[in-house]
């Protein structure tokens, strides 16, 4: 396993332990409105804090994965050096 791959699961870690330690210090019921989506324009999500921020969270969490798996389909044909052989 690569340092690389501890780096990023110990901060991914930390950044779990950010979202449980906000659940556990909001749990008061708030409205959350978002009108640009436009169900929430008329009637807001109402629901504890913590919830609402874990659903933020996760979609962001998705997001991050979604963008970083689709930026592999090219077969690896990235950087500066390249392994042709010249003809001459």
Same mark, same amino acid.
């Given at each position: 396993? *690569? @340092?690389?791959?501890?780096?990023?699961s110990?901060?991914?870690?930390?950044?779990?332990?950010?979202?449980?330690?906000?659940? +556990?210090?909001?749990? !008061?019921?708030?409205?959350f @409105?978002? %009108?640009?989506a436009?169900?929430? /324009? =008329? /009637? %807001?999500? !109402?629901? *504890? /804090?913590? +919830?609402?921020? @874990? #659903? +933020?969270?996760?979609?962001?969490?998705? /997001? #991050?994965?979604?963008?970083?798996?689709?930026? #592999?389909g090219g #077969?690896?044909?990235?950087?500066? *050096?390249? =392994?042709k =052989?010249?003809?001459r």
């Amino acid at each position: 396993m *690569s @340092f690389s791959a501890i780096l990023r699961s110990i901060c991914f870690v930390l950044i779990l332990f950010m979202a449980l330690y906000v659940g +556990m210090n909001n749990v !008061h019921e708030i409205d959350f @409105f978002f %009108p640009i989506a436009g169900t929430t /324009a =008329k /009637a %807001p999500i !109402h629901a *504890s /804090a913590a +919830m609402i921020f @874990f #659903g +933020m969270f996760v979609i962001g969490v998705l /997001a #991050g994965t979604i963008l970083t798996a689709g930026s #592999g389909g090219g #077969g690896g044909n990235g950087g500066g *050096s390249s =392994k042709k =052989k010249s003809s001459r």
